[in-house]
């Protein structure tokens, strides 16, 4: 069953406007953490923002903050004021601490393209 | 060299050759990945390595056979490859600090695409 789910395959977006990429998840674990990456076409994968199941704020990095909305396993990223080299897929993750190793398990990601 | 490096960066072989992919951290990390990145697809844990102990094989084929030989180096054997196991392969690393503490955020290598004839 799919734990992460990104229900957006492609989204365009105006210059300077603000974007919200959509995530949920699915764990029966009350320890987690939850991630975004950016992966530009060059294809290395860049750590965004990061939110444990336990914190009581919304994480937020600088124009990047994440939406999160525990009771309804819902976890999106908000870039705001978006920029032309934030064009790229971005991937939510979940990390799962049922196990002797964390594990990290990838949604299908968005490709998002701002338009200039 | 800082981060996570990966060699090589692309890679082209027939079915019945064999190689390896390379993955050097230098950030004292204590866990090590292989993810495989195809088209369509979401990214596909294969291996985790916590302080050389293999810990995960997420039901992948024994053509690929990963090595840890110490903390800072993880290697993909690959040998009989399938054209389907053409893909980006990509290593990273974390600082495991136990169940329930701490972020584990993933550091990437630039991946190694693999191409299978």
């Known amino acids: 069953a799919q734990k992460i789910t990104q229900t957006q395959p492609g989204m365009f977006v105006q210059e300077k406007e603000a974007v919200t990429l959509d995530c949920t998840y699915d764990t029966s674990d009350p320890s987690y953490g939850l991630f975004w990456y950016k992966q530009p076409s060059s294809g290395e994968m860049i750590f965004l923002i990061y939110?444990?199941?336990?914190?009581?704020q919304n994480a937020t990095e600088g124009r990047y903050s994440l939406n999160f909305q525990k009771a309804r396993k819902s976890a999106n990223l908000v870039i705001s004021a978006s920029q032309l080299g934030d064009s790229a897929m971005y991937f939510c993750a979940m990390r799962e601490d049922d196990s002797s190793a964390s594990k990290i398990i990838f949604g299908s990601g968005t490709r998002l393209s701002i338009r200039p | 060299e800082t981060g996570v490096t990966q060699t090589p960066r692309h890679l082209v072989m027939g079915m019945t050759n064999k190689k390896s992919l390379k993955c050097e951290q230098h950030l004292g990390h204590n866990a090590m990945y292989w993810y495989k990145q195809s088209a369509k697809k979401p990214l596909e844990l294969m291996f985790v390595y916590s302080l050389e102990e293999r810990v995960e094989n997420n039901s992948v084929p024994s053509r690929f056979s990963p090595e840890c030989p110490n903390s800072s180096h993880l290697f993909l054997h690959l040998h009989t490859l399938q054209p389907e196991d053409s893909a980006l392969y990509l290593c990273?690393?974390?600082?495991?600090?136990?169940?329930?503490?701490?972020?584990?955020?993933?550091?990437f290598g630039a991946g190694s695409r693999l191409t299978v004839l």
């Open positions: 990273a690393s974390s600082q495991q600090t136990g169940r329930g503490t701490g972020a584990n955020v993933l550091t």
């Open positions: 939110q444990g199941s336990y914190d009581q």
